[in-house]
Every structure is written in structure tokens, then in C-alpha cells.
């Protein structure tokens, strides 16, 4: 059966959604109906008790001796009995009301607060996807036209590669000349705190262990409450100066924290004047120039509070507090501002720390490129001491550069630049969809327990109603029965199956926010590119990641218990986080062999189930799938005219479809037909293995459980992959593909012995 988590997917992820969303307050509707209904009821037995309980009052007095005569006798028990019967209407409105209306209505109150809060949260997130999206198509044509100008630069005034080469060259000295004056700016005197001389490059390290390891609170202001980011104690500065300079005494820290404060980086909070003492009553506050001088982001001024207190990286980050590399420094016999830096526990986190921008670099690529073609001419007979004497020369002498070389200087940064942020933020984008897409499965799947509960609510609802009037009132059995037939005829599941198949806008159809290098398309994912440049990439006809696990799911089946745990591994459902983690192991990394991939899942110890989700993703993930837009409509009208059936009859039929078929196919692109033969041989191989295993057994009983052990599975990874061959949009699209990856398990060595004669015919 269909679920909510494979029906409501829309190009725009929003559409499909409001459907949904529509449907389901529709159904919220519905339970208000019944509620009304209830109500209704209830107050109608209250008014119709009440007025039988008050019979008496309208008749007149009776006489005093009534009950002397039969008549007199009569009357009064019919009395009496009316008003018992007014007590029983008004037991069923208080039955109505305490067992039915109330825990009803708080139920329904409680669906549709779920409801809001999944269409809030999808919404939401939907659209900030959509809203970086946008983001991502702009850096993107950003870097394409910078790149483009950049080029037609280089055309217009570099007649030849020499002239190109000889300005690059001039580039590089002037890189080497910048990071000279770099260097000396950093190894310049700040100044003395507490009784030390620093360098800049040492006060900065010191800064940053100060920032970064030193635990900061928020203080309000007293009175007006106002709030305080990045603060500290006089106490906790000193007692932190101590733990990681070793300084004599606490007077020393103290004149340390004072020339923090004079020199601009502390600011005194809670009182006038600008005076460091030790003190815990004494709050002092991390000015931003501390941060600025430290090159570190202030994440508790205010409004980097706003736009990053809610991200997952800030709620889950982990202060890091080891201070053992300044405690050897400063402990040292001697303390000097020209000391070397100490504090390589302090970077800062990447986005992606197996990213390296050289890699993007331009000027790396065109210079590489270039030495490496004069690599045989250039002398290696140079000491080390000379080529430092020469690069300190470079250094203390600004290069002559001409006007056109410093603007390919400038195109040349802006293009790296560009790139550098387009690449990190298109690996943000693809994570950021994968979560998205993990957090609408998990509120789609829960969406789609809450409607099936709703129903089954209205069910009980129903005959919980039903039941408080039927045990009262033994002259309402034959409407009682008939509500008890309408009762019955509340199918749950049923009204899910229709509104799935009626509304659904879309199967799950992951769409990949693709790297597009300028220079190198789909180089630095493999995920999510076209099967042929992936295959052309690989220099394989299959892909590596399909052929590796496909042969190691092979490596997998001995060591399975049985045959069913063998063959449910391709159709059991996995979660799609779990999926989605070792994706994005095999996305980022470019591999070389079959080796490098098959150390990755084995090592990772990832659940077989899991492995085989993988490949189906990379197949969803294909921009074009294996069997082609076009070629699915022929198929189409093919299965339409020869359709798949087990009458003997339709031998011709099946002929026919099946030539058809081959003949089809042949029109793919080859890597398509490689990767079809691939992943048919897999299956049709266990297939196989299934039925040699039927063959050893004499059992009759045991050889019917291996054919529909066998049948079973025929048909349910033909469903699993129905979409993955074919990225069907609509439920009956689905059924064409299942109908073919069918036929191509049943008549796997025909069609493929027919495609591979025709290829060989065509070469």
C-alpha cells in the first residue's frame, strides 16, 4: 500500500504539501461535524427528558382518594413510570456528554494542534530551502560570469600561453611580496601586558585562547534588566590568566587583565570607571575589537544571536578547554614577544574539513600546469640556503607588475572567491536538502498515522455514541442497528487508500543540488551527476559506486542465515538518515578504484538493508534516469498493446512485447545499458541461487516454499525498483516501471543477449 511519504512530492516540495494539508484540515471538518452531531443529540435527550420529568406538573391535583380506584391507581403508575423514563433520556445526555462529546472534542482539539504544527514546520523549512535555493542559483551565475570574464580577459590580452605564463609568474612574486609584508606585520610589537612584550601574532593567540576557552555568561544590567553577552568576573579572567601563563602571583594577572582593559579589549559593566580588580562582584564584557583583533566571529553580540541560536551547529556546539600547549609556553625560562605560535588546538571549524581550496584555485592550476610542462629544463642543482636567500629577496622587493596584470589579478581573486563560496555553500544546500527531505518523511509518516488514528477515532466515536443510547433505550434496538450498520461501513484504511490515490501529487523524487565546476563538471560528487559523465569520470561502463555494491552484497550472502534474510535486504524499508550518512561518505570523495569504496563500507559495518538503499538513492538521484523520458512513453504504448498475461493464449503477445523491448532498449546510451545489465545480473544470479537450492530438495512441500519464496521476490524488487529505473511522477508511471524491471528479471539472457548483438552489429 502507498503512504503518505511516497505520494505528496512536488518539484516545489510546496504544492504537494497544500494538498495534503487541505485534505487534512478537511478531515478536521469532518470531526467537528460529528461533534455537532453529538452535541445535537444530547441536548435534544436533555430537553425531551426534562419535559417528561415535568409531566405531572401539568395535570391537575388529584384527588386525596385517587388511590382507591383502579383508574386513580393507573394513573399514577403511568406517572411514574414517565418520569423514570425522563431520568433514563437524561442519563443518556450525561453519557452522551462525559463518555462521547468530551474526550472526542479534547482528541480533535489535540489532532488539529498536530496538524498546524507539522504544516508549520514543513512550511517553514520548505521555504528557507527554497529561499537558499535561490541564494545558491545566484552565487552560481555569479561565478559562471566571473569565470567567463575572466576568460574573455585572457583572450583579448594574452595573444599566447608564454605571455599568459610570464604573468602568472609576475602574480605569484607579487602573492609572495603580500605575505612578506604580512608576515613582518604580524611579528611587529603590540605593546607590554603585565610586565611581557608581545608581537601581534602572539597577543592574537593569547586573545584567542582567552575567547575561545574561557567559558563567557550573560549578565543583566540591574534595574532594567537588560542583557549582557560575552561577560566575565574580574575573578574568573585572573583566575583563567593564571591556569594558562603561570604567572607568580595574582598581582601580575591583575596588571595583565589592567592593559587588557586600557589597551581597548575588556569593557567594565556594572559600575564607573576602568579599573580591573579580582573580584566576583567586578563584570567586565568581551569588547567586539577583541574579537575583530583576534579574528574570531563575536557569536554573543546581539545580532549574530538572532540569525544563529537556532541553528543545529551552535545547539550542539562543544566548547574545547585545553590549555596544556600556553601553560609550557609561558612557563619557559625566558618570555619573549619573537616566540613561535603555540596555540594549534585553536582553529577554527570549516565548513568541510577535507575541503581544501587550493584545489579551487586558479592561478595553482594555471601555474602548475605550466611547471610541469618546463619541468625537465629547470636545474636542480640549487642548495636550499640559495632558494631562501632568493625567496627573501622576492619578499623585501615589491614586483613591477604592468596595469593588465593587476587586473588579472583582481579577475583571478574575485573568481576564487566567488567559486570558494559557491562550492561551500552548494555542499551547505545538498545537506540542507537531505534534511528537509529526512524531516518531511518523518512528518509525512507521522501525518499519516494521525489521519489513520482520526479515523479510527471517529470510528470508536461512533460506537461509543451508539452504545449509550442502545443500553438505555430497548425501543430504539432497530435505529441503534441501523447506526451500528453505518458505523461499520467506516473503513480507515480504505478512506487513506482514497485520499492517496485521488490527491497524490508525486513520488519521492529527490532532486540534487549539483556543484557545477566551471572547468571540471562533476568532479567533486557522485551523486546526482549524469550516468554518462559519472561513467566517462570512473572510466568504467558502470559506475564504480553500482558494480562495487552490487559484488559486495555477493561478498555479503554467504554469511546470511537464510534465503528469505537474503532477499529482504532489497525490499525491507530503511530509515533515511541512516541512508543519507553513508551518501554523503561516498559523495564527497572522489575514488579511484574499487578498493577505495569497498574499505569505506567495510569498515562503516553498515547493515546490509542500508547498503542496498544506498543504490537505490544514487539511481533516484540521476538526473536522467537509466530508462529515459522518451523511451518510457514507447514502453508505454508497448505494454498497452502487448500486456503482460499467464494465459497460454498470449504466447504472440508476450513475443512481441518482449522484442519490442529489446529493440527499445537498444536506443539508450550505453552506460544506461551496461548499468541495467549490471543490476539484472545481480538479481537474476540470486534468482539462480534460489532455485539450485530448490533443485537439491526432494521435498515437495519445501520446493513449493522456494517458488513462492522466489515469485515474492520477482515481484517485490520489481516494485522497489520500479522508480529507480525509471523516475515515475505518477502512480501508474510506477506500474510501467515494475512491469519492466519484470520482464527484464523473467527474460533477462534473451534481452540483453539481443542488445549486446546489436551493439556489436553497430560497431
Request: with cysteine; hydrophobic share 35%.
Amino acid at each position: 500500500m502507498p503512504s503518505f511519504a511516497d505520494s505528496f512530492w512536488s518539484d516545489d516540495m510546496t504544492s504537494g504539501l497544500q494538498v495534503l494539508f487541505y485534505k487534512l484540515y478537511n478531515g478536521c471538518n469532518q470531526c467537528d461535524a460529528f461533534i455537532q452531531l453529538f452535541a445535537s443529540r444530547m441536548q435534544y435527550e436533555v430537553a425531551y427528558g426534562r419535559q417528561l420529568c415535568g409531566v405531572q406538573t401539568g395535570i391537575d391535583k388529584e384527588p386525596e382518594d385517587h388511590l382507591e380506584t383502579t383508574a386513580g391507581i393507573a394513573l399514577h403508575h403511568i406517572l411514574k413510570e414517565m418520569q423514570n423514563e425522563g431520568d433514563e433520556h437524561l442519563n443518556i445526555a450525561s453519557n452522551i456528554e462525559s463518555l462521547v462529546l468530551q474526550p472526542f472534542s479534547q482528541w480533535c482539539l489535540d489532532h488539529k494542534g498536530r496538524i498546524k504544527y507539522s504544516e508549520k514546520t514543513l512550511m517553514d523549512n520548505v521555504k528557507n530551502l527554497t529561499k537558499s535555493k535561490s541564494y545558491v542559483s545566484k552565487l552560481e551565475r555569479e561565478y559562471f560570469n566571473k569565470c567567463k570574464k575572466l576568460e574573455d580577459f585572457k583572450r583579448i590580452n594574452f595573444m599566447n600561453d608564454d605571455e599568459l605564463t610570464k604573468a602568472m609568474k609576475s602574480l605569484d612574486l607579487q602573492k609572495q611580496h603580500e605575505l612578506y609584508l604580512e608576515n613582518e606585520k604580524e611579528n611587529q610589537l603590540f605593546g607590554k601586558l603585565g610586565d611581557i612584550e608581545f608581537d601581534c601574532r602572539t597577543l592574537r593567540e593569547t586573545m584567542t585562547a582567552l575567547l575561545k576557552d574561557l567559558p563567557h555568561a550573560e549578565y543583566r544590567l540591574p534595574l532594567i534588566n537588560y542583557p549582557l553577552t560575552n561577560t566575565n568576573t574580574g575573578y574568573e579572567i585572573t583566575h583563567f590568566i593564571l591556569e594558562i601563563m603561570s604567572f607568580k602571583d595574582t598581582d601580575q594577572a591583575e596588571r595583565f587583565g589592567q592593559d587588557l582593559l586600557d589597551f581597548g579589549f575588556l569593557k567594565y559593566v556594572n559600575g564607573v570607571g576602568n579599573t580591573f580588580v579580582n573580584s566576583k562582584k567586578f563584570q567586565y564584557q568581551w569588547k567586539d575589537y577583541a574579537y575583530k583583533f583576534a579574528k574570531l566571529p563575536n557569536t554573543g553580540s546581539e545580532s549574530d544571536t538572532n540569525n544563529n541560536s537556532q541553528t543545529p551547529e551552535n545547539l550542539q556546539e562543544n566548547i574545547s578547554r585545553n590549555f596544556s600547549n600556553l601553560t609550557r609556553y609561558f612557563s619557559g625560562d625566558s618570555i619573549s614577544g619573537n616566540t613561535t605560535a603555540v596555540l594549534s588546538n585553536n582553529t577554527t571549524d570549516s565548513v568541510d574539513d577535507s575541503f581544501d581550496a587550493k584545489e579551487l584555485s586558479i592561478t595553482s592550476s594555471v601555474t602548475e600546469s605550466n611547471n610541469n610542462s618546463k619541468k625537465e629544463s629547470t636545474p636542480v642543482s640549487d642548495t636550499t640556503g640559495g632558494s631562501k636567500m632568493k625567496e627573501s629577496k622576492v619578499g623585501l622587493e615589491p614586483p613591477n607588475i604592468t596595469d593588465i596584470e593587476k587586473t588579472l589579478h583582481g579577475l583571478i581573486k574575485d573568481v576564487e572567491a566567488t567559486n570558494l563560496l559557491y562550492f561551500k555553500e552548494c555542499n551547505k544546500m545538498d545537506t540542507l536538502r537531505c534534511s528537509v527531505e529526512e524531516l518531511m518523511i518523518d512528518h509525512l509518516s507521522f501525518i499519516e498515522k494521525c489521519e489513520l488514528d482520526r479515523t479510527k477515532a471517529i470510528k470508536k466515536a461512533t460506537i461509543d455514541f451508539c452504545s449509550t443510547i442502545s443500553n438505555k433505550i430497548a425501543q430504539m434496538k432497530v435505529h441503534i442497528e441501523k447506526m451500528i450498520d453505518a458505523e461499520g461501513l467506516i473503513d480507515p484504511t480504505g478512506d487513506l487508500l482514497g485520499l492517496i490515490s485521488k490527491y497524490n501529487t508525486g513520488l519521492f523524487q529527490p532532486k540534487v543540488i549539483t556543484y557545477n565546476n566551471y572547468y571540471n563538471p562533476g568532479i567533486y560528487q557522485n551523486f546526482g551527476i549524469d550516468l554518462e559523465t559519472r561513467c566517462r569520470l570512473d572510466k568504467r561502463v558502470v559506475p564504480l559506486i553500482v558494480t562495487v555494491i552490487l559484488s559486495y552484497m555477493d561478498m555479503m550472502y554467504p554469511d546470511m542465515e537464510n534465503d528469505k534474510i537474503r532477499v529482504s535486504i532489497w525490499t525491507q524499508p530503511v530509515k533515511l538518515s541512516l541512508t543519507h550518512q553513508l551518501r554523503n561518505l561516498l559523495n564527497k570523495t572522489q575514488f579511484k578504484s574499487d578498493e577505495d569504496i569497498m574499505k569505506i563500507l567495510k569498515e562503516g559495518n553498515y547493515e546490509p538493508s542500508t547498503i542496498a538503499s544506498v543504490l537505490k538513492i544514487y539511481l533516484l538521484e540521476l538526473p536522467e534516469p537509466l530508462i529515459t523520458t522518451e523511451l518510457a512513453e514507447i514502453l508505454g504504448v508497448l505494454y498497452n498493446e502487448y500486456p503482460q498475461s499467464n494465459d497460454d493464449k498470449e504466447e504472440n503477445n508476450e513475443e512481441k512485447r518482449i522484442t519490442g523491448i529489446f529493440t527499445a532498449l537498444a536506443s539508450l546510451p550505453k552506460p544506461h545499458i551496461a548499468t541495467l545489465d549490471a543490476i539484472s545480473t545481480h538479481f537474476y544470479r540470486l534468482i539462480k541461487i534460489l532455485r539450485m537450492a530448490n533443485a537439491d530438495n526432494t521435498s515437495e512441500e519445501k520446493s513449493k516454499e522456494v517458488d513462492m519464496l522466489v515469485s515474492t521476490f520477482i515481484t517485490d524488487v520489481s516494485k522497489e525498483f520500479a522508480n529507480c529505473i525509471l523516475h515515475a511522477k505518477k502512480f501508474e508511471d510506477n506500474e510501467l516501471g515494475y512491469k519492466i524491471f519484470y520482464d527484464l528479471l523473467t527474460h533477462k539472457k534473451r534481452i540483453f543477449k539481443e542488445l549486446k548483438r546489436q551493439n556489436s552489429s553497430v560497431r
